[in-house]
Nanobody
Framework: QAQLVESGGGLVQAGGSLRLSCAAS????????MGWYRQAPGKQHELVAT???????NYGDSVKGRFTISRGNAKNTAYLQMNSLKPEDTAVYYC?????????WGQGTQVTVSS
């Protein structure tokens, strides 16, 4: 199964931007979808965005129009461009891949948006 490493989290002011990266290594050939989920303290795990191997994207309602997911040319990297960030976007963001019908998760990266 693929191993996932996330980067790009941090502290930003409201209205600012951040770009998250997720790199998959190891067994990556059967990855059919990459994406991001997030979890804020006291809240449920939430879909942020996913992208399939064919390029189809899906976004959570709360981030539509502000976040953009993309994949690198090598197809083992996913990026999440986050614009117009709000304090309610504060959460731990987890990279996710769907591989052979199973989910794999990264360790998570903290995103904090100050008001």
């Amino acid at each position: 199964q693929a191993q996932l490493v996330e980067s790009g989290g941090g502290l930003v002011q409201a209205g600012g931007s951040l770009r998250l990266s997720c790199a998959a290594s190891g067994s990556i050939f059967s990855i059919t979808r990459m994406g991001w989920y997030r979890q804020a303290p006291g809240k449920q795990h939430e879909l942020v965005a996913t992208i399939t191997s064919g390029g189809r994207t899906n976004y959570g309602d709360s981030v539509k129009g502000r976040f953009t997911i993309s994949r690198g040319n090598a197809k083992n990297t996913a990026y999440l461009q986050m614009n117009s960030l709000k304090p309610e976007d504060t959460a731990v963001y987890y990279c996710n891949v769907l591989q052979d019908g199973r989910d794999a998760w990264g360790q998570g990266t903290q995103v904090t948006v100050s008001s």
